[in-house]
C-alpha cells in the first residue's frame, strides 16, 4: 500500500459485541509502539465491496479493449488493487489517524457479523493483503454471558446463542485455515487471569509485563 506504513505491521481484534473486547483493546494500547483505535463501524466493508465492484466490471467487461461508444468504455484501464490501496491509505489516514511514530496500528470491530461467511473470508483477506503484516485476534466469549450483558439481554436468548456460535464458527474455521496470521482467544480464560495475557503477547512478539497487566484487568470500565 503506498504512502506511511507503520514498520512492524497490522493488529485487528474480530469479534462482537458485549465480548470483553474493550479490556483486551485496553490490553494492546499499553504496549509500546501500539496505536490501537476502537469500533469504526465497520467502515472498511463497503471500501471491500467497492473495490469487489470495480474488480468485477474489469472481469466481466474489461478483458479487451473497449471502443469509445461502448456502454463499458473505460472498464478496461481498471486498476482494482490500485484502487484498493488508496481507499485503504485513505481510511488509514482520515478513519484510524495514526501518528507517524505508531510501529504497529490497529483497531477492534465488533460488526464483522454484517457479512455473510464467504464475505467475512474474502473481507479478512482482502485485509491481510493489503495491511502487511496483518495479525487477527478473535475473541469469544460465552453466549449465556453475552445474552445477559448490555443490549443483548433485549433479544429472544436464543437468536443470540446462533448469532455468537455462527460467529464463533467463523472464527474458528478462518483461524484452522491461517494460523500464521490468527489467535483465538475466550474471555473466561483471560477475564481476572492477567497472567494469560501472556500467549497474546508471545504470539505478537512483544515482551509480557504481568504487573501492568495486573493493573489493568483491575481497571473497571465503563461502558
Excluded: C
Amino acid at each position: 500500500m503506498a504512502g506511511w506504513q507503520p514498520k512492524d505491521g497490522y493488529v485487528f481484534v474480530v469479534t462482537y459485541g458485549r465480548s470483553g473486547s474493550t479490556l483486551l483493546q485496553t490490553v494492546l494500547q499499553s504496549i509500546d509502539g501500539y496505536f490501537f483505535r476502537g469500533e469504526n463501524n465497520n467502515a472498511i466493508l463497503p471500501l471491500f465491496r467497492s473495490f469487489k465492484r470495480v474488480k468485477g466490471a474489469l472481469e466481466e467487461h474489461g478483458y479487451r479493449e473497449i471502443p469509445e461508444h461502448g456502454p463499458w468504455f473505460g472498464a478496461d484501464k481498471f486498476n482494482p488493487d490500485r484502487y484498493a490501496q488508496k481507499l485503504l491509505q485513505v481510511f488509514l489516514e482520515e478513519v484510524i489517524q495514526p501518528p507517524k511514530d505508531a510501529r504497529v496500528v490497529g483497531f477492534k470491530e465488533i460488526r464483522f457479523n454484517e457479512t455473510g461467511p464467504i464475505e467475512f473470508v474474502d473481507l479478512l483477506n482482502f485485509m491481510a493483503e493489503h495491511f502487511k503484516p496483518a495479525k487477527f485476534i478473535f475473541n469469544m466469549r460465552r453466549w449465556e454471558d453475552v445474552s445477559q450483558s448490555g443490549w443483548w439481554k433485549d433479544y429472544e436468548p436464543e437468536k443470540v446463542r446462533r448469532e455468537v456460535e455462527k460467529n464463533d464458527r467463523q472464527f474458528l474455521a478462518y483461524a484452522e485455515e491461517h494460523p500464521e496470521r490468527s489467535y483465538l482467544m475466550r474471555y473466561e480464560d483471560y477475564s481476572g487471569k492477567p497472567e494469560q495475557f501472556e500467549g497474546l503477547f508471545e504470539f505478537l512478539g512483544e515482551p509480557f509485563d504481568l504487573e501492568k497487566m495486573q493493573a489493568i484487568s483491575e481497571r473497571r470500565l465503563k461502558h
